[in-house]
């Protein structure tokens, strides 16, 4: 079993959402994250053009002029079968992938056991 961690847009959540469950995988979690990246953006000439605007919220304002500020991301997590891990992360990347900074990461981990809560089930049948 693999479990698949996602950091995607916020604004690609439900493409994936979607395109997951169209591929079988309609199941996972989805959590609100804030991050960064590596890549330092320069807010300032994007902050200068929007600040001449009127009637600009503060909290955008705010938002924009912080020089180190953390994104809104979505952090999406699901389990499958080992041989299901390529399909789910070709999947994300098929729905994510824009050729822009910030487009996401996917993590992949091996999980040594799962068990279902309700029934007692475990590995493979705890996650179908």
Same mark, same amino acid.
């Given at each position: ?29 989805? =959590?609100? /994250? ?5 890549? @330092? &953006?320069?807010?300032?000439? !994007? ?30 997590? =699901?389990? /499958? ?5 390529? @399909? &789910?992360?070709?999947?994300? !990347? ?35």
């Amino acid at each position: 079993m693999k479990e698949i961690i996602a950091v995607i847009r916020m604004n690609k959540v439900n493409q994936t959402k979607d395109a997951l469950a169209e591929e079988g995988f309609p199941a996972f979690t989805c =959590l609100k /994250v804030s991050g960064r990246g590596k890549k @330092k &953006v320069d807010y300032q000439e !994007i902050a200068e053009d929007l600040l001449k605007q009127k009637d600009i919220p503060n909290a955008v304002a705010e938002a924009v002029s912080e020089e180190r500020r953390l994104l809104a991301k979505r952090l999406i997590s =699901l389990t /499958v079968a080992d041989q299901d891990a390529p @399909k &789910v992360i070709h999947t994300i !990347i098929n729905i994510n992938q824009t050729g822009n900074p910030g487009d996401g990461k996917i993590f992949v981990m091996s999980i040594g056991e799962a068990i279902r809560v309700r029934t007692g089930e475990t590995g493979e049948q705890a996650i179908v």
